[in-house]
T-cell receptor, first 115, second 114 residues
Framework: ETGVTQSPTHLIKTRGQQVTLRCSSQ?????VSWYQQALGQGPQFIFQ???????GRGNFPPRFSGLQFPNYSSELNVNALELDDSALYLC??????????????FGQGTRLTVV | DQQVKQNSPSLSVQEGRISILNCDYT??????FLWYKKYPAEGPTFLIS?????DKNEDGRFTVFLNKSAKHLSLHIVPSQPGDSAVYFC?????????????FGKGTSLLVTP
């Protein structure tokens, strides 16, 4: 059973550019969530995908978008990067809804630096 | 607004003693709670969870207590070990059979000293 993997691990982008982050969910998991963790803060929910459909969104602007593929892997796209987008981006996968035994498991994250 | 609060940014405990990490929440719709541990340069690792129908859940050295009336939960680690040194995040969500969002606190950095 493979865990959640994210790529790349580190990335430096210039303000105004676009970035795509990738996530492979744990084997058998059909739900992927993305979180942004700024320095000194807890992770903040961006959005969630369930069976290729967006299934919930946090308080993030539309320039944050995503996709989930038939194999349940996922991408997070951020357009028009701003300096405040510098953060650790975490992907979490789970099987369906949240209940005992279906907790979300996280990848190691992608550290994005916007300069 | 911060719906999950961990008011102690850091905690230092001697090896072998009990570590108690606290968490408060404000949203009465939350009924599923989780604790994650995070080492530097790694993603959060799931530790233990509890649903609102319980007031205690135990897994080895880790026990989570939930007081719904006070909107408070705590994580007890007994005995504490140096390898437990990490940042601990409390998270909460409305229970759902479909979508959910985990609401995290800011974390408590635990240091277990030999």
């Amino acid at each position: 059973e493979t865990g959640v993997t994210q790529s790349p691990t580190h990335l430096i982008k210039t303000r105004g550019q676009q970035v795509t982050l990738r996530c492979s969910s744990q084997s058998g998991h059909n739900t992927v969530s993305w979180y942004q963790q700024a320095l000194g803060q807890g992770p903040q929910f961006i959005f969630q995908y369930y069976r290729e459909e967006e299934n919930g969104r946090g308080n993030f602007p539309p320039r944050f978008s995503g996709l989930q593929f038939p194999n349940y892997s996922s991408e997070l796209n951020v357009n028009a990067l701003e300096l405040d987008d510098s953060a650790l981006y975490l992907c979490a996968s789970s099987l369906g809804g949240l209940r005992e035994g279906t907790e979300a498991f996280f990848g190691q994250g992608t550290r994005l630096t916007v300069v | 607004d911060q719906q999950v609060k961990q008011n102690s940014p850091s905690l230092s405990v001697q090896e072998g003693r009990i570590s108690i990490l606290n968490c408060d929440y404000t949203n009465s719709m939350f009924d599923y709670f989780l604790w994650y541990k995070k080492y530097p340069a790694e993603g959060p690792t799931f530790l233990i969870s509890i649903s609102s129908i319980k007031d205690k859940n135990e897994d080895g050295r880790f026990t989570v207590f939930l007081n719904k009336s006070a909107k408070h939960l705590s994580l007890h680690i007994v005995p504490s070990q140096p390898g437990d040194s990490a940042v601990y995040f409390c998270a909460a969500s409305p229970n759902s059979n479909s979508g959910y969002a985990l609401n995290f606190g800011k974390g408590t950095s635990l240091l277990v000293t030999p």
